[in-house]
């Protein structure tokens, strides 16, 4: 157990709809990153934040936003969904502002129908 | 532009055998290398992290080696075990990103 918590562990939803994923960082980290993992593009980085602000972006699509609210939880939203946003949606943090030994959630799977 | 690649996407050994999996990386820059390993139905579990400035660490049961002027990373497994079959990633530091490679699964037989 990485001591990282993401909910909800499955979603299932239709195109067009939106989604919120929330995850919880280990005690005591400041930094939350965001990943997707599909089959064809493997895992790919999206967005961090540290301690309450946008820290890095990587390939993090307009119609997906996230934040990190005081209490350190982050929730990554996706919107507008589409066919192709089906994936495996991770969450991982760390102590430091970069991203060494980040620790990984267990993942929420989205399947949009 | 930038990426992460694995040689092999399957690797198949015998339980007590010892495993190489190898990455290539493409940007000179990365200051960071780090090894993950992601078993069925979890998240990535970080094994083994290497400096740009360091040609070889140890941890327990795995090494990790770093040739920096063919920009090719190695993650040694020794004495193989059927708990260590899983998907492993090599990643790059570039910045505050992390850069996956695609996987490579390794299967161990008893």
Partial sequence: ?113 | GESVGLHLPTLSVQEGDNSIINCAYSNSASDYFIWYKQESGKGPQFIIDIRSNMDKRQGQRVTVLLNKTVKHLSLQIAATQPGDSAVYFCASQAGTALIFGKGTTLSVSS
């Fill in chain 1, 1 to 113: 157990d990485s001591g990282v918590t993401q909910t909800p562990k499955h979603l299932i939803t239709a195109t067009g709809q939106r989604v919120t994923l929330r995850c919880s960082p280990r005690s005591g980290d400041l930094s939350v990153y965001w990943y997707q993992q599909s089959l064809d593009q493997g895992l790919q980085f999206l967005i961090q934040y540290y301690n309450g602000e946008e820290r890095a972006k990587g390939n993090i699509l307009e119609r997906f936003s996230a934040q990190q609210f005081p209490d350190l939880h982050s929730e990554l939203n996706l919107s507008s969904l589409e066919l192709g946003d089906s994936a495996l949606y991770f969450c991982a943090s760390s102590v430091h502002r970069g991203s060494y030994e980040q620790y990984f959630g267990p993942g929420t799977r989205l399947t949009v129908t």
